[in-house]
């Protein structure tokens, strides 16, 4: 899923509008990876060449240098070929590609200042497109403010509005219901957020 320019300033327009609604400090960070999957092919061509002598030494009478050219030719031909799969993320296990995606989203919350806002209120909005990960991350006033079903609503929604393919779309209703959800709590009083003038990051 792909994001041009065009949509890019689409997402950080709504969320400019939706800011204006609260006090409450609302950023969206869209990352193309939560973390680099380049040594997964090696990884795995590694695994496959460890496994090639066991069906060898039990069904052929090879020799053992012919073996060893075997798991050689293995490794080097799994590494091709995995090497091709442009994504890569999908050769790691999904439980691990979760990690990633949370460990990356709590490190963009405390990166944007978020957990330092005036008013402990700010809310990051992060999606990952490789791990096909979003996450609402709240600070503790927001997060006591409004309910952890209303987040959960919030993240259900935009993870299927994602499914439809319009990432830029996806966000833009992702802030205009965050915006629904802060404004009541913490209403917008002059510049609601003057330390955060870009409100979307796209990594």
Same mark, same amino acid.
């Given at each position: 899923?792909? &994001?041009?320019?065009?949509?890019?300033?689409?997402? #950080? =327009?709504?969320?400019?509008?939706?800011?204006?609604?609260? !006090? =409450?400090?609302?950023?969206?960070?869209?990352?193309?990876?939560?973390?680099?999957? #380049?040594?997964?092919?090696?990884?795995?061509?590694?695994?496959?060449?460890?496994?090639?002598?066991?069906?060898?030494?039990?069904? %052929? !009478?090879? @020799?053992?240098?012919? &073996?060893?050219?075997?798991?050689?030719?293995?490794?080097?031909?799994?590494?091709?070929?995995? @090497?091709?799969?442009?994504?890569?993320?999908?050769? %790691?296990?999904?439980?691990?590609?979760?990690?990633?995606?949370?460990?990356?989203?709590?490190?963009?919350?405390?990166?944007?200042?978020?957990?330092?806002?005036?008013?402990?209120?700010?809310?990051?909005?992060?999606? @990952?497109?490789?791990?096909?990960?979003?996450?609402?991350?709240?600070?503790?006033?927001?997060?006591?403010?409004?309910?952890?079903?209303?987040? !959960?609503?919030? &993240?259900? =929604?935009?993870?299927?509005?994602?499914?439809?393919?319009?990432?830029?779309?996806?966000?833009?209703? =992702?802030?205009?219901?965050?915006?629904?959800?802060?404004?009541?709590?913490?209403?917008? %009083?002059?510049?609601?957020?003057? !330390?955060?003038?870009?409100?979307?990051?796209?990594?």
């Amino acid at each position: 899923m792909a &994001i041009n320019p065009l949509e890019q300033a689409k997402i #950080e =327009a709504a969320f400019a509008a939706a800011q204006q609604r609260t !006090q =409450a400090p609302i950023l969206c960070v869209l990352a193309r990876a939560s973390a680099n999957y #380049e040594i997964a092919p090696l990884l795995w061509s590694g695994l496959l060449a460890l496994a090639t002598p066991w069906p060898l030494l039990i069904f %052929t !009478q090879l @020799s053992a240098q012919r &073996i060893f050219i075997a798991q050689l030719l293995v490794c080097l031909a799994a590494m091709v070929i995995l @090497s091709l799969i442009p994504q890569r993320s999908l050769l %790691t296990p999904a439980r691990v590609r979760r990690a990633h995606a949370h460990r990356a989203a709590l490190a963009q919350f405390a990166l944007r200042g978020l957990e330092r806002a005036p008013g402990r209120n700010g809310v990051l909005i992060y999606v @990952s497109l490789a791990e096909r990960y979003a996450r609402v991350i709240a600070a503790d006033a927001a997060a006591q403010a409004i309910a952890q079903r209303q987040w !959960q609503g919030l &993240i259900d =929604a935009l993870v299927a509005d994602l499914r439809g393919g319009d990432a830029a779309q996806a966000l833009a209703k =992702a802030a205009e219901a965050c915006a629904g959800l802060l404004a009541p709590a913490f209403p917008a %009083t002059g510049d609601p957020a003057p !330390q955060h003038r870009q409100h979307f990051h796209f990594m």
